[in-house]
């Protein structure tokens, strides 16, 4: 496959993410809806979550299990400091940034924007290990490998843009320009992900990413969960919740029925 093809695919798979975020600007939805909504976007991201752990701690584990077969120490010793390294700055990270920036706009949680941004930015580190994903595989001739991966990655975009989002609905409706800027935090990875992948195939360096999202993502749900604790309607916090997961598993399919 063509760097240039390999681009274009890594632009496909990060710009669906724009589907999901037009709902941002519907007006007056019902407490119900709202509450549905973010249960939803709670649902994707805990799937997230156990969907990039997962991918970060195959590889360790290889690693980990070459010391048997005389494999590299150093290696799995890095790996395993990257994983929980990352893990740790991803969820401390952000939960030192409301507090730096406390004089914004109070608890994060009550301050839609922020929070959207703080999805984003997960979505964002998990995107960029989907674009080492697909640039390698390209690089390596694995042509139907690269396509199906791309397909499958789209699809988790466009359930995740509605994710970042969903704490805006029934807020003042953001701007097209906010829009944008969400959608290049979240999506614009995937495809720099896709250059990187394609000139260095790393291992660690996917880990590193991987595991920055993963800890950043706990972060927001927790922010979420808390949204949702105070809502009046339980029973439609579990529905959201158990559709979100729906959701991202349905999506993940795709990838894993291409060995991806």
Sequence with gaps: MTFTRTVLLGFIAGATIILGLPIARWQRPSDRVRTLLTALATGVLVFLVIDVFSAAYQPVQEAVRALHHHGSASRAGLDVAVLLGGA????????????????????????????????????????????????????????????VLVIGFALHNATEGFGIVSPLVGAAPPSWRYLALTALIGGGPTTLGTLVGWAWSSPTLSIAFLSLAGGSIIFVIAQLLGVTARSEHQT?????????LVAGFVTDLVVGFAGG
């Design 88 to 147: 740790a700055v991803g969820l401390l990270g952000l939960a030192l940034y409301p507090r730096r920036s406390s004089g914004a706009g109070g608890p994060l949680a009550r301050d839609p924007r922020r929070l959207s941004l703080m999805i984003a930015t997960g979505i964002g580190l998990h995107n960029m290990g989907e674009g080492l994903a697909i640039g390698s595989s390209a690089r390596s001739g694995l042509l139907g490998l690269s396509t």
């Design 236 to 244: 439609t916090v579990m529905v959201g919740i158990a559709l979100g």
